[in-house]
């Protein structure tokens, strides 16, 4: 068992992650749709609104590499390797470097 499960939307989270979880409803799909307004969405660590990323296995929002940095560490305090800009939808892949 690798402890990542899929969720019924189709996106995977590590099970430790899925636990943390206050609001049931997946945090892709919420800041995907726009079911949280643009202006509540911020940097988890600064609160701007400006270059934002989402983690893609706990759903963690923080600024790219050109903010405060909140992305990248996230991704090197958990080795979660996939985040989404959240103004393109582009995925990065923390692992290989690249789109």
Do not use: K
């Not at 899929?6 to 989270?13: A, G, M, V």
């Not at 636990?19 to 995907?32: A, E, F, K, L």
């Not at 202006?39 to 988890?44: L, P, R």
């Not at 080795?79 to 989404?84: L, S, T």
């Amino acid at each position: 068992v690798s402890g990542v499960l899929t969720i019924l939307c189709n996106h995977t989270f590590h099970n430790d992650c899925l636990r943390q979880w206050d609001d049931p409803s997946c945090p892709v799909c919420r800041h995907v749709s726009g079911g949280v307004e643009e202006s509540a969405t911020s940097c988890e660590i600064c609160g701007t609104g400006a270059s934002l990323w989402i983690c893609l296995v706990c759903g963690h929002v923080g600024c790219g590499r050109y903010g405060c940095g909140a992305g990248v560490i996230h991704n090197e305090r958990t080795g979660h390797n996939f985040a989404m800009e959240l103004g393109s939808q582009r995925v990065w892949d923390y692992a290989a470097d690249g789109y």
